[in-house]
T-cell receptor
Framework: SQQGEEDPQALSIQEGENATMNCSYK?????LQWYRQNSGRGLVHLIL?????REKHSGRLRVTLDTSKKSSSLLITASRAADTASYFC????????????????FGKGTKLSVIP | DAGVIQSPRHEVTEMGQEVTLRCKPI?????LFWYRQTMMRGLELLIY????????DSGMPEDRFSAKMPNASFSTLKIQPSEPRDSAVYFC?????????????????FGSGTQLSVL
């Protein structure tokens, strides 16, 4: 089955710097989503980009999608200590597997540390 | 909206005991998911429901695991008997799928999880 794989596994930057995380996947997708997880908490949805979109913005977040390379990137600009968290990409398959089927697959995440 | 509510937040039990985890999805959501998260395996989907009906339980590791959704506002995940290797964080998530969508690939709303420790 397809799976988003984040790169790098861990990233440490200084406050104010930009953070870039990448996600690669294997097969055709309907959409790709990014989630954030603070330590000891559940995942929180950040942004969804559909297969016919190339770039999307939300506040300090910028997501790009390159379907020809089967990859996506999440850019956090002007990072803050509060951005310290794990970031996951989730890919939604583009195949129909039956009524009610679930098709989101999560990667193992990038652990981001923003040093004040 | 209160979001997805899970209880308990922490559970410590001894091997062989029964464990029941509880979840209240967001009102109006028609999909409910149970996930398990560990350092080694990451986030694993255990089972999911659509309109209270289990759709796919292929992720349930063993017969010791069972899940129910008796109504649209409540679900349980039970482990009986529990084993130390079941120690993990268990998440419940819910989703609302558009009427014109045949599959669920929209965003999920997660609860805060239950940290389970089996000694």
């Amino acid at each position: 089955s397809q799976q988003g794989e984040e790169d790098p596994q861990a990233l440490s930057i200084q406050e104010g710097e930009n953070a870039t995380m990448n996600c690669s996947y294997k097969t055709s997708i309907n959409n790709l989503q990014w989630y954030r997880q603070n330590s000891g908490r559940g995942l929180v949805h950040l942004i969804l980009i559909r297969s016919n979109e190339r770039e999307k913005h939300s506040g300090r977040l910028r997501v790009t999608l390159d379907t020809s390379k089967k990859s996506s990137s999440l850019l956090i600009t002007a990072s803050r200590a509060a951005d310290t968290a794990s970031y996951f990409c989730a890919t939604a398959a583009n195949t129909y597997s039956g009524a009610g089927s679930y098709q989101l697959t999560f990667g193992k995440g990038t652990k981001l540390s923003v040093i004040p | 909206d209160a979001g997805v509510i899970q209880s308990p937040r922490h559970e410590v039990t001894e091997m062989g005991q029964e464990v029941t985890l509880r979840c209240k999805p967001i009102s109006g959501h028609d999909y409910l998911f149970w996930y398990r998260q560990t350092m080694m395996r990451g986030l694993e989907l255990l089972i999911y429901f659509n309109n209270n009906v289990p759709i796919d339980d292929s992720g349930m590791p063993e017969d010791r695991f069972s899940a129910k959704m008796p109504n649209a506002s409540f679900s349980t995940l039970k482990i009986q008997p529990s084993e130390p290797r079941d120690s993990a964080v268990y998440f419940c998530a819910s989703s609302l799928v558009p009427r014109d969508s045949r599959t669920t690939n929209e965003k999920l709303f997660f609860g805060s999880g239950t940290q389970l420790s089996v000694l």
